[in-house]
């Protein structure tokens, strides 16, 4: 008679495993981040990086961290299928573009008010 | 008699090629984007993306774009060896925030001109 413990034996194939068609069991790597009713998220992130390289990421940053690092490259890979030129680096340059002008803004308003402050001031010096 | 071209002859491998230890012609599609004097820079691409999946991601876009491609994938896989868990979606989160503090102190600096601005304005009507 088989000894497989009943976790093992009623644990549901993650997205990774059944897309790689390989047993999933209890000490699947992949399982906690990569659940069989998502399968779209691990689809992107292996074609992306590949599901070696996926699994060599995870496993290389400490286990509290792992959920962050699964996220992390399921955002990469998304971002990477949506623009095949910049990918998530596209987003970054976008955004690195918007600080500049909102702090050129700041600047800008910053001075303002600097001129406003000191009008009201020698105003208040004439008038008082 | 050999009749290779002397383009090919002359060819010097990318660092693709060399580092996957083939043959580099003048159609390899990575020699432009990888020299083979900037070795690290495919070294990276390779251990975040693999090989294969980076030449599918570069053959994917019109050529035009191909070398912001490389470029984009070159910073993306050296912003996760720099950081294994966020990689380039850190940099991202961490940009989001700077814009929602920036947009915070320019609301409240526009809030503070046109205050100074309404007084500015009040006083000039009462001593004129």
């Known amino acids: 008679m088989e000894t497989t413990p009943a976790r093992a034996r009623t644990h549901q194939p993650c997205a990774a495993c059944r897309m790689l068609r390989r047993r999933c069991d209890v000490n699947c790597i992949l399982a906690p981040y990569?659940?069989?009713?998502?399968?779209?998220?691990?689809?992107g992130v292996h074609k992306v990086f590949g599901?070696?390289?996926v699994i060599k990421m995870i496993q290389m940053v400490e286990e509290r961290s792992r959920e962050d690092a699964a996220k992390a490259l399921v955002y990469e890979a998304k971002a990477r299928m949506r623009d095949p030129v910049y990918g998530s680096a596209g987003t970054i340059f976008q955004l690195q573009?918007?600080?500049?002008?909102?702090?050129?803004?700041l600047e800008s308003t910053n001075a303002r008010a600097l001129e406003l402050q000191q009008q009201k001031d020698q105003m208040l010096s004439i008038f008082s």
């Open 34 to 43: 990569f659940p069989g009713d998502e399968p779209e998220e691990f689809a």
């Open 51 to 53: 599901a070696s390289n």
């Open 97 to 105: 573009k918007t600080v500049q002008q909102l702090k050129a803004q």
